[in-house]
């Protein structure tokens, strides 16, 4: 609401600040979709029976070995 009560401020200004916001969530979008699409594969290559070997628990654990900030490394 400042940006609306600053009458100085220029009509560019407030669509460039919203421009960014638009390709930030646009990041946040793909990043999710991509987060996704790896944990469908790894649901898929689960067998989700009493074995103990799990494909989920192995990427989450090799991500987290490997310094990944994401655990759900793309597949």
Same mark, same amino acid.
């Given at each position: 609401?400042?940006?609306?009560?600053d009458r100085s401020r220029a009509s560019h200004d407030?669509?460039? =600040?919203? #421009?960014? !916001?638009?390709?930030?969530?646009?990041?946040?979008?793909?990043e999710l979709q991509s987060m996704?699409?790896?944990?469908?594969?790894? =649901?898929? #290559?689960? !067998?989700?029976?009493?074995?103990?070997?799990?494909p989920i628990l192995e990427d989450i654990a090799g991500a987290a070995h490997a310094g990944d900030k994401i655990a759900f490394?793309?597949?």
């Open positions: 609401m400042a940006l609306y009560h407030v669509r460039e =600040i919203a #421009a960014a !916001h638009v390709t930030a969530i646009e990041e946040k979008v793909r996704r699409s790896t944990l469908q594969k790894l =649901i898929h #290559a689960c !067998h989700g029976d009493d074995r103990p070997d799990c490394a793309a597949a």
